[in-house]
């Protein structure tokens, strides 16, 4: 069984930067960490979880949601099995608790319903 840890959160002022960090343990031959699309997604207090940010293992563009873009990096490192999330120009509404996530496959795709995997998350707190 894949297992996602996440690492990284915390509380910025706005206009701060924090960098979220995944790490997938329990791969085999059969689900290696390049066969995994990685992902984040995030929850706001009475809020639906919403699609972040995702990128595939065989090279494709990463995609990112639109309030994101230009501010928040993926990537991901197969040495290490980690992927990353850097956030920098934090806005108060990007206060939520951030998810990893992980799905077989190379399709990148926004719904959570399709990952496979996730994370136990990871609170980023940003104040005005």
């Known amino acids: 069984q894949v297992r996602l840890v996440e690492s990284g959160g915390g509380l910025v002022q706005a206009g701060g930067s924090l960098r979220l960090s995944c790490t997938a343990s329990?791969?085999?031959?059969?689900?290696?960490?390049?066969?995994?699309?990685m992902g984040w997604f995030r929850q706001a207090p009475g809020r639906e979880r919403e699609f972040v940010s995702a990128?595939?293992?065989?090279?494709?563009?990463?995609i990112h949601v639109d309030s994101v873009k230009g501010r928040f990096t993926i990537s991901r490192d197969s040495a290490t099995n980690a992927v990353h999330l850097q956030m920098n120009s934090l806005r108060p509404e990007d206060t939520a608790v951030y998810y990893c996530a992980a799905r077989l496959g190379r399709s990148i795709l926004k719904a959570g319903t399709v990952y496979d995997f996730w994370g136990q998350g990871s609170q980023v707190t940003v104040s005005p």
């Open positions: 990128m595939n293992g065989v090279g494709g563009s990463p």
């Open positions: 329990g791969l085999t031959e059969g689900v290696t960490f390049g066969s995994l699309v």
